[in-house]
């Protein structure tokens, strides 16, 4: 798991190649015909995590697996935190002025202000796109639930090889109409595939719903109420002054503003888990929209992980145990990010890191700590 994660969930494909496809036109929606989903994960609302310190004896072996973490990924930056329901939280890292770029792992904040709106009856989940978007392909049977959980058959922008070849930022317009160029790859619901144009798409409506753009609404009905002061949401294409840069070896990297909706989402590890436990707890969305987010768990990229509405599920065998975490990881050039919660271990725990190491291992290390 550790070493593919990285890859297969980076914010944008560090290989890009034509789409080897038939573009196809769908009057209705297609039978799903990947490969067998997961079963429903419910997942009971965790108890609070108190704003208290760590017993001394898991403060220790925290900080020694942090200072493990840094030797072993070399990471220029890096931001951790380990919240534990009913006992408090632990926080470590060298970036208290500036804060880190989650990428993906900002998607399930564009996801809740979505089921937010759902929740205040402004849309819903079985909204067909072209209701709110036009030239969506396939839009009029394309749903709000399909952008979520990347079920829309959308082409994904940064996997065009032209736009690979020449990065910069993209708006909303300019990422669908390279969708549109390449055409659906299947009917809606019919198969799974990673499409950040899609919630490039779902920023879209929540400006239109919402009356402001993807950032403000995450600062109004997310960063502000939970004050949570190290969060910010970046406006597309806006810069990222003040952020860490990302720095690799392998790849030059984007400016983090450049991921729009799809990856909005700077600061510190502490944050993070904090924003977790608010949600799983039910106080952004209703419990009922927060089982929704992994009542539908699609196979990804790899054996053991799944996505559901904003959600991530990773269920994959770890020596002699099964590990299971909810979350959301994110990685592109330069940057690394991963928050789960584990309800075996009753325990949050969020990394983010700039380099070329891995934040799937960082989170792991942390978690075995306990």
Known sequence: MHRTAVLMLSLLATT?????YKPVRCAARGRYAGRPPHAAMVVPPPAAVPEAA??????????TALAMIKGRTAAPAVTAAVGIEGKGLWTGGDTAEQPLFWASAGKTFTAVVVLQLVQEGKLS???????WLKDVPNGDVVTVRDLLAHTAGLFSANEDVKAHADPRYRGPAETLAIARRHGAMF?????????????????EIVRIVDHRPIDEAITVRIIAPLGLKTLRALPPGGGSKGVVPLVSKQEKPIDPSWAGAAGPIVGSAGDMVRFWAALLGGHLIEPSLVTAMTATLYP???????YGLGAMLFDVPDGNKQLRWIGHAGGTPGASAL????PADHAFVAVALTGDGSAVASVNALLKAL
């Open 16 to 20: 890009a190649g034509a789409a080897d």
């Open 300 to 306: 990804m990229f790899d054996q053991g992980t799944f």
């Open 339 to 342: 928050v789960v919660y584990s």
């Open 125 to 131: 989940l079985d909204d067909p796109v072209s209701r």
């Open 187 to 203: 009917c809606p619901g019919a198969n799974w595939h990673y499409s950040n144009t899609g919630y490039d798409l779902l920023g």
């Open 54 to 63: 760590l017993d001394p004896g898991v403060t220790t072996r925290l900080d």
